[in-house]
């Protein structure tokens, strides 16, 4: 496993942000677990991250881990399309881009709601899912 984006499982804006990569990830390399399955458990507790808190994506990636918008921006790195220009917001400290980063996931259930269980992938997408 190359690459693989935790996520908070049952956010609405989450799960269509892994949607949204699944669309531009020409190269299928990428692979999806939520913050919420035992491997998620496992990686947020090896990162020193509490467990209970799911207000960060994290990228695993080259076995490096990125977490809020250091992910964001690492993803968009690899995908199709002109996506990997938002790369160059790299040059913005990550203290000043977290700012952003973190009010957005203060709010997310507020303004995108959430479900009362993770997504389930469609068959053709299983095998992409970790857990």
């Given amino acids: 496993m190359n690459k693989v984006i935790l996520f908070d499982g049952v956010c609405n804006l989450c799960t269509a942000s892994v949607t949204f990569v699944i ?3 020409s ?3 990428f692979r999806f677990a939520s913050l919420q399955s035992a491997y998620g ?3 947020l507790s090896q990162q020193g991250i509490d467990p209970q808190h799911f207000d960060t994506i994290l990228l695993i990636k080259d076995e490096k881990v990125f977490t809020r918008s250091d992910a964001a921006l690492e993803i968009a790195r690899d995908l199709s ?3 990997p220009i938002l790369y160059a ?3 913005i400290p990550s203290v000043v881009r977290n700012i ?3 009010w957005i996931a203060r709010n997310r259930y507020r303004w995108f709601g959430r479900n009362d269980s993770c997504m389930i ?3 053709e997408l299983k095998a992409r ?3």
């Fill in 129 to 131: 899912f970790i857990d």
């Fill in 100 to 102: 952003v980063y973190n």
């Fill in 23 to 25: 669309q531009r990830d």
């Fill in 81 to 83: 399309g002109l996506w």
């Fill in 41 to 43: 458990q496992q990686i």
């Fill in 121 to 123: 992938p469609t068959a």
């Fill in 27 to 29: 190269k299928n390399s």
């Fill in 89 to 91: 917001f790299k040059i």
